[in-house]
C-alpha cells in the first residue's frame, strides 16, 4: 500500500457522489479476505445517486490480504481504462465547519486496459497491507470513530471520466 502524508482541504459534496454523464456504472462489488476467502461486504445493487454508506466488519482491518470484485458496465468503449483509489480519513478544521481537512493514508493505481462499449465486466484487485508499524496514522486508531471516505477516479488513459465517493463505517 503506497502512503502519502499529504493533506487535502476538500469541501464536501451535498450528495457526496459525482458522476459524468453516466458512462461507467457499477453493478456490484464484493470486498473479500485475499487468503481465505471470507465475505466481508457484498453490494449486489449499487446505486450512484444515493449517498454511498458501507458498514463493513471492523475484523477487515486484521487482514494482510483484501480482495475486491467489482462488475461494471460502460456504455461507450474506453481504449485506457484505469482508476486512482484515495483512502482518506476526516479531520474537522475548527472555527471552520463547512471545511473537512483530509488526510490521505494511501492511494493506489489500478490499470484495467480496454473496454469494449456496451460491455459488462468484471474486475478483480488484491491489496497487500503495510505492517502495522508502517500504516500511516496507525497509532490510537479506532475504527468505529473513523469517519473514513473512499475516494474512487475513473480515467481513460489521463482523461477523468467519473468520480464516486463512498463514506466507510467499520461495524
Known amino acids: 500500500m503506497n502512503k502519502s502524508s499529504a493533506k487535502l482541504q476538500i469541501k464536501r459534496e451535498e450528495d457526496g457522489n459525482i ?18 476467502g471470507e465475505l466481508f461486504w457484498r453490494c449486489l445493487k449499487w446505486n450512484e445517486d444515493e ?5 463493513i466488519p471492523a475484523k477487515i482491518l486484521e ?8 462488475t461494471f458496465t460502460s456504455k461507450r468503449q474506453i481504449n485506457d481504462f484505469n482508476i486512482v483509489q484515495r483512502v482518506l480519513l476526516e479531520h474537522k478544521i475548527p472555527n471552520a465547519a463547512h471545511l473537512l481537512n483530509w488526510i490521505c493514508l494511501e492511494e493506489w493505481s489500478f ?8 460491455s459488462t465486466n468484471t474486475w478483480q484487485s488484491v491489496v497487500v497491507a503495510a505492517d502495522r508499524s508502517e500504516a500511516a496514522g496507525s497509532e490510537g486508531f479506532n ?6 471516505v473512499i475516494e474512487t477516479n ?17 461495524a
Open 51 to 55: 449517498n454511498n454508506v458501507v458498514e
Open 143 to 148: 475504527p468505529r470513530d473513523a469517519v473514513l
Open 19 to 36: 458522476k459524468a454523464e453516466g458512462e461507467i456504472e457499477i453493478n456490484s462489488m464484493t470486498i473479500r479476505d485475499g487468503e481465505t
Open 111 to 118: 490499470h484495467f486496459g480496454f473496454v469494449i462499449p456496451g
Open 154 to 170: 475513473f480515467y481513460d488513459g489521463k482523461k477523468f471520466i467519473s468520480k464516486s465517493i463512498v463514506n466507510v463505517r467499520y
Open 63 to 70: 487482514s494482510k490480504v483484501v480482495s475486491r470484485e467489482t
